[in-house]
């Protein structure tokens, strides 16, 4: 039942009920933790003379959501749920839009994994709740895995959370209060400025340069701090991009963030999934006065994200976090009760036994699905793709002046469903107009079918300027 309180003026008398299941008809309060206010009854009073009406006694309903869910809005939601997507019933569907590499089923995660979670299952051991922050021995192994020279953990530094989304949703959180500002990428993850708008934190987007493979326009991301910015995020390798930043790259961000003070949340849910001939360095592994947090997970590179585990692995420098961030992170974990316990109990054969031929296997396919990508679009009139380097993303832009019946890259990206029943990600949803985004972990053949519906349907509607002068002039 839920809490009430009920009046009744006639008998001069009023129920209240706490917290309890049963009830208590003394005149006299048992005491605040025992039967009384915050015990198991509920009290029941007669009051000799006049009542005063409480405030609680509402004459009519007044529920409005609350001012996070209304400040609550998912940028991806917002436009794809406004598109009109009816395909050609002639040309079967292709998703090109899903982050989620297990939708067509061409890449199951590695049998080492789905064994780990049954046995944990078996176990019997895992049934119960485990701190919020996750079991001692499976933040060890966590700890353990991701451990270098450069950036020693331990399993204190590691805090298990329900998936990486989670993990960026504590990070943001322990950071920031409201009227704070925090520094995101554009084109960047569109949950960035979801969490964050929605707890009255602003945001600023730094630039990202296309014609430079994604890297950060550094001074302009500088020009956005000011005494309010207290968290830069930094997204490698990078969704919606596919980039990968070099060293050299990175350690022009932590010259940013050393020289302003403001710590950075690194996501790093693409770690290591990345092209041969590049390197992923993490951020924590080059800084040295710089704290961290450093956020990840399970989903991406071993192919389960609906298993929702992540983590948060805590870079602390010259303890310029301290007790503080850290006893703010434990208790913003204790409001859920942390990551699902299978995966615990099964972490420590993921990361141990999964074979180093599973996830070669999966970057080759990437890096192979990727280079078909780009050949075929780099052909196509008033398309600029750009190549990934990592990741499962390939961003293309559109060059607008070459397509005139479309207004931005939501109608041209709608009306590619309606006749190719192709459907690619409007990169509207993520702040960066006139490009598209396309996933590459469909199957080859299905690729190389998409590919050529959307030369087909640019070819179809490419304006030349010749063109377009020559219709002017008649």
């Known amino acids: 039942m839920a809490n009430y309180l009920s009046c009744n003026?006639?008998?001069?008398?009023?129920?209240?009920?706490?917290?309890?299941?049963?009830?208590?008809?003394?005149?006299?309060?048992?005491?605040?933790?025992?039967?009384?206010?915050?015990?198991?009854?509920?009290?029941h009073k007669t009051v000799k003379g006049s009542v005063s009406k409480s405030k609680s006694c509402r004459q009519r309903w007044n529920i409005r959501p609350s001012e996070m869910s209304i400040n609550t809005l998912n940028p991806i939601r917002a436009i794809v749920d406004g598109m009109k997507l009816t395909p050609n019933p002639g040309k079967p569907m292709i998703a090109l839009s899903i982050g989620d590499p297990t939708v067509f089923g061409n890449l199951p995660t590695d049998e080492k994994v789905t064994?780990?979670?049954?046995?944990?299952?078996?176990?019997?051991?895992?049934?119960?709740?485990?701190?919020?922050?996750?079991?001692?021995?499976?933040?060890?192994?966590?700890?353990?895995?991701?451990?270098?020279?450069?950036?020693?953990?331990?399993?204190?530094?590691?805090?298990?959370?329900s998936g990486c989304s989670q993990a960026i949703d504590l990070a943001i959180t322990v950071l920031c209060n409201p009227g704070d500002n925090i520094l995101i990428p554009c084109p960047g993850f569109s949950l960035y400025k979801t969490l964050a708008v929605s707890l009255g934190i602003q945001v600023k987007l730094y630039n990202l340069l296309p014609e430079k493979s994604w890297e950060i326009d550094l001074q302009h991301m500088e020009s956005l701090i000011d005494d309010r910015t207290t968290c830069l995020i930094i997204n490698n390798p990078s969704n919606p991009c596919g980039s990968v930043y070099s060293k050299e790259h990175l350690k022009n961000v932590l010259s940013v963030a050393s020289k302003n003070c403001i710590p950075i949340l690194a996501d790093e849910i693409y770690g290591d999934m990345v092209f041969p001939g590049c390197k992923y360095q993490s951020m924590a592994s080059l800084s040295?006065?710089?704290?961290?947090?450093?956020?990840?997970?399970?989903?991406?590179?071993?192919?389960?994200?609906?298993?929702?585990?992540?983590?948060?692995?805590?870079?602390?420098?010259?303890?310029?976090?301290?007790?503080?961030?850290?006893?703010?992170?434990?208790?913003?974990?204790?409001?859920?009760?942390?990551?699902?316990?299978?995966?615990?109990?099964?972490?420590?054969?993921?990361?141990?036994?999964?074979?180093?031929?599973?996830?070669?296997?999966?970057?080759?396919?990437?890096?192979?699905?990727?280079?078909?990508?780009?050949?075929?679009?780099?052909?196509?009139?008033?398309?600029?793709?750009?190549?990934?380097?990592?990741?499962?993303?390939?961003?293309?832009?559109?060059?607008?002046?070459?397509?005139?019946?479309?207004?931005?890259?939501?109608?041209?990206?709608?009306?590619?469903?309606?006749?190719?029943?192709?459907?690619?990600?409007?990169?509207?949803?993520?702040?960066?107009?006139?490009?598209?985004?396309?996933?590459?972990?469909?199957?080859?053949?299905?690729?190389?079918?998409?590919?050529?519906?959307?030369?087909?349907?640019c070819q179809r509607h490419y304006r030349s300027c010749s063109q377009d002068s020559n219709e002017l002039d008649q």
């Open 9 to 43: 003026m006639e008998d001069n008398s009023y129920v209240v009920k706490m917290n309890g299941n049963g009830v208590n008809e003394n005149n006299s309060l048992n005491g605040v933790n025992g039967k009384g206010l915050n015990g198991n009854g509920i009290q």
């Open 115 to 161: 064994q780990a979670l049954k046995d944990a299952i078996d176990s019997h051991k895992y049934n119960g709740y485990a701190p919020s922050v996750g079991y001692q021995k499976s933040r060890d192994v966590v700890a353990n895995f991701y451990t270098c020279p450069e950036a020693p953990l331990e399993a204190e530094d590691v805090l298990l959370t």
């Open 288 to 457: 040295s006065d710089v704290p961290i947090l450093a956020c990840g997970g399970l989903a991406k590179r071993w192919l389960v994200p609906g298993w929702r585990m992540g983590w948060i692995l805590i870079h602390d420098r010259n303890q310029i976090f301290g007790k503080e961030i850290r006893q703010g992170l434990v208790k913003l974990s204790q409001r859920i009760l942390g990551a699902c316990t299978i995966v615990q109990g099964a972490i420590e054969s993921i990361l141990n036994d999964t074979p180093q031929e599973f996830y070669y296997r999966t970057i080759s396919f990437l890096k192979s699905n990727s280079e078909i990508c780009f050949s075929e679009l780099s052909t196509v009139p008033g398309l600029t793709p750009v190549l990934p380097a990592g990741a499962m993303y390939l961003m293309v832009g559109i060059e607008m002046e070459h397509f005139p019946e479309f207004q931005n890259d939501v109608q041209f990206t709608e009306r590619l469903v309606t006749e190719q029943s192709v459907f690619c990600l409007p990169a509207m949803a993520f702040e960066y107009p006139n490009y598209f985004r396309i996933v590459v972990t469909v199957p080859e053949e299905m690729m190389v079918e998409a590919c050529a519906r959307i030369r087909e349907f």
